[in-house]
């Protein structure tokens, strides 16, 4: 079990350029999830996989943002147009798909700042 | 519908002192709940788990017990340490809910 692994773990970009993170979950899990945290903030949630299928998206989330996990494997998460607002940590987590097993394994997470 | 309370913090203690942050929740039939711990500039670790009720969860010398007649999950740990310095957040799964509900988190400073 190496974890979950997020690349970069930092970025730092100008306002108005694209930016993508990669998640690489632990190999048995087949559940996903992407959250945003800010200074002093719980995790909010953003989008999350079973598999490759995205079954759910946050209603927050600007039409920007854009998440794929194309082999059910790793993910990546793009945010296109970055704003100042965008900057925080987003962490990646997975799971077991098994009943009884629910909890959420994260990754260290990558800091975006935008300036 | 589901929702964890935590303690506001931050909550100060000297070395060695006890501890203990409140938690507790509003859900519909048997959670599972955790307790995850989130150092400066990390992500979140898991620190302990309960998935029914009194089930003690430990790990590390913090203990929560799952009590469904207060709906709490209170961590407890003995004697805190310098490195017990971190944000701590309590948070409730169900098989039959994708998400985990999160409580706000309450920041631990202990100072030697």
């Known amino acids: 079990d190496t974890g979950v692994s997020q690349d970069p773990r930092h970025k730092i970009t100008k306002r108005g350029q694209n930016v993508t993170f990669r998640c690489d979950p632990i190999s048995e899990h087949n559940r996903l999830y992407w959250y945003r945290q800010t200074l002093g903030q719980g995790p909010e949630f953003l989008t999350y996989?079973?598999?490759?299928?995205?079954?759910?998206k946050s209603r927050l989330l600007s039409d920007r943002f854009s998440a794929e996990r194309p082999k059910g494997s790793f993910s990546t998460l793009e945010i296109q147009r970055t704003e100042q607002g965008d900057s925080a940590m987003y962490l990646c987590?997975?799971?077991?798909?098994?009943?009884?097993?629910?909890?959420?394994?994260f990754g260290p997470g990558t800091r975006l700042t935008v300036l | 519908g589901n929702s964890v309370t935590q303690m506001e913090g931050p909550v100060t203690l000297s070395e060695e002192a006890f501890l203990t942050i409140n938690c507790t929740y509003t859900?519909?039939?048997?959670?599972?709940l955790f307790w995850y711990v989130q150092y400066p500039g990390e992500g979140l670790q898991l620190l302990l788990k309960?998935?029914?009720a009194d089930d003690k969860g430990s790990n590390k010398g913090f203990e929560a017990t799952y009590r469904k007649e207060t709906t709490s999950f209170h961590l407890e740990k003995g004697s805190v340490q310098v490195s017990d310095s971190a944000v701590y957040f309590c948070?409730?799964?169900?098989?039959?809910?994708?998400?985990?509900?999160w409580g706000a988190g309450t920041k631990l400073i202990i100072k030697p």
């Open positions: 309960a998935t029914k």
């Open positions: 859900a519909t039939g048997y959670p599972s």
């Open positions: 996989f079973q598999n490759e299928a995205q079954l759910e």
């Open positions: 948070a409730l799964g169900r098989d039959s809910n994708y998400q985990l509900i």
């Open positions: 987590a997975s799971r077991y798909g098994l009943a009884g097993r629910n909890e959420q394994f």
